[in-house]
């Protein structure tokens, strides 16, 4: 990952400089601040990926005064060199650079359509006076925005920590939208893809393995050197093993759990050595939970209990890769639940309502799961590579008639399971094995051992207080509480950030629970076994 403010400012401050370096975890190879215009500032925190060279550090500037920060990985970056920008002299291999000239070209609407890839970016318009900023359809790179304190003016970073001491208002920039200078304008909405009932289940499982392959085998480039997340559920495992089967040398995979009762590590394990990775897990004990949740409750920027709970392994096998390893790209298995469907959709009344919580899911997105990815990789100096929320493929699986994705097997993700039967990818064990929720599978003492540090920490009294105190998004629950009350300690009076918490469709019959973690679901059963 990369990490930037976009800023105007009549002289540079200590206080502006003080929220940039509060996210220097995110590009710690190289760092500046650069005056493009009058009391215009670009920030970058650069994490080197493609052109390990200088030449690759932003802002990218052209001769009429135009100036580029991105946080992003640009896949059909070459592509567009080769045709688009034929004509253009760029100056790096970065992937990046081709932003600004595209721009210059084509203008914002049609460079975001051209772009394949995760992307924040923010750019000056010289002429025009003014900022422009897009995100990817998801949102998988983070930015925010705010208005400054002192003239309202917008303001621009990677993250909330970097605008709050000195910008109010602040709020999430929107997944696939950019901002023109004056309002947010829709690029895309992978989430209203419609249905395509042309689409049959043979056309799906062809669609689907095809289009999987090439979202990570085009996450396969980097100059920088990569490895995999693996916890021996189905998503993750596949993308090791597509990864395995188009790689030149061995893949470094990385498994995580708790030392008590680790869950999914022996499958990681059994998926490692059946696709000959070179393979690392990684045991942490209660006390490495005690001692990083305040300060990843801060790097996170959420009070949310899922995304806490699942971040905790994240980070620290994160932290464990930054420390002993060289690896600086990560490829993970997010934004397969959301599309194909959680234990908890197996209970969807129909077709239309499972479609109608996918989009919900995968439009809020980057409000969970995306944005723990990001935290719990970035904030330990790496970058986070996600196949599954490839465009091409999402917009297709989205597309799939929903009826085809539920549930009518007793095999949650179905066409995703069926789609890499055959060409050997994962044992038939592995690839329908019931997988646990990801914050349990590292273990289910890690989350009993949450609640009862929340029990020993928060008092009768003091929950008692919670409708008071935090009117939104109101704690049910004292490690709910624990949560928000450390939130609002770094982040006061943010809470809206998170418009809920995340918890299963409560109008379903079967998932009215007050606990997100799929273990309270009647259907558990054998998963996480």
Avoid at 17 to 31: A, L, V
Avoid at 423 to 451: E, M
């Amino acid at each position: 990952m990369c990490g930037f403010m976009a800023f105007k400012s009549k002289k540079l401050s200590k206080l502006e400089e003080q929220s940039f370096h509060k996210i220097t975890y995110r590009g710690p190879d190289d760092s500046r601040i650069e005056e493009v215009a009058q009391g215009v500032f670009l920030a970058f925190h650069r994490l080197a990926i493609m052109d390990l060279s200088t030449d690759g550090m932003q802002p990218f500037k052209n001769s009429q005064g135009d100036a580029l920060v991105c946080n992003g990985e640009i896949y059909n970056h070459q592509q567009i060199r080769d045709t688009l920008l034929s004509s253009e002299p760029l100056h790096s291999k970065s992937d990046c650079e081709v932003i600004l000239p595209l721009y210059k070209k084509f203008g914002i609407e049609k460079l975001c359509k051209n772009l394949d890839g995760e992307f924040a970016f923010v750019i000056w318009d010289q002429k025009e006076k003014s900022f422009l900023a897009a995100r990817d359809q998801i949102g998988i790179r983070p930015l925010f925005y705010g208005k400054r304190l002192d003239d309202h003016s917008m303001a621009f970073a990677s993250e909330v920590k970097a605008l709050q001491d000195y910008c109010f208002d602040i709020k999430p920039f929107p997944p696939g939208h950019y901002f023109d200078g004056e309002q947010f304008i829709s690029f895309d909405s992978t989430h209203k893809v419609e249905q395509d009932f042309s689409i049959d289940q043979k056309t799906a499982l062809q669609g689907i393995k095809q289009l999987l392959e090439q979202a990570v085998i085009k996450r396969l480039d980097s100059d920088a050197p990569v490895g995999f997340l693996l916890s021996g559920g189905l998503d993750s495992s596949l993308v090791c093993s597509i990864a395995a089967k188009n790689s030149s040398k061995r893949i470094k995979t990385f498994a995580v759990g708790i030392k008590e009762d680790p869950i999914d590590a022996k499958y990681a394990k059994q998926v490692a050595d059946y696709i000959g990775s070179e393979h690392t897990e990684y045991l942490f004990s209660k006390s490495d939970l005690l001692e990083t949740l305040d300060h990843l409750i801060y790097r996170l920027e959420s009070f949310d209990i899922t995304t806490i709970r699942a971040s905790l392994g994240m980070d620290l096998i994160c932290r464990y890769i930054k420390e002993t390893t060289d690896i600086k790209v990560l490829m993970t298995g997010e934004c397969s639940d959301e599309m194909f469907g959680y234990k908890y959709t197996d209970f969807a009344p129909s077709p239309e309502e499972f479609q109608k919580e996918a989009s919900k899911r995968m439009e809020e997105l980057y409000i969970y799961d995306v944005l723990r990815a990001d935290r719990c990789i970035s904030s330990n100096s790496l970058e986070a590579r996600v196949p599954f929320s490839d465009k091409a493929f999402v917009k297709f699986v989205m597309s799939i008639p929903a009826k085809l994705k539920m549930n009518t097997t007793g095999h949650g993700k179905y066409l995703l399971r069926a789609a890499f039967e055959a060409g050997d990818y994962l044992p038939h064990d592995i690839l329908y094995r019931q997988k646990a929720a990801f914050s349990d599978a590292v273990g289910h003492s890690s989350v009993d051992y949450l609640k009862t540090l929340s029990e020993l920490t928060i008092s009768d009294e003091e929950f008692s207080t919670a409708s008071e105190l935090y009117p939104h998004c109101t704690p049910s629950s004292k490690e709910a509480f624990l949560y928000r009350r450390i939130f609002e300690k770094h982040y006061p009076g943010k809470s809206y950030l998170i418009k809920a918490i995340w918890l299963p469709n409560q109008e379903w019959d079967n998932c009215k629970v007050t606990d997100p973690s799929a273990r309270a679901l009647p259907n558990y059963g054998k998963s996480g076994l």
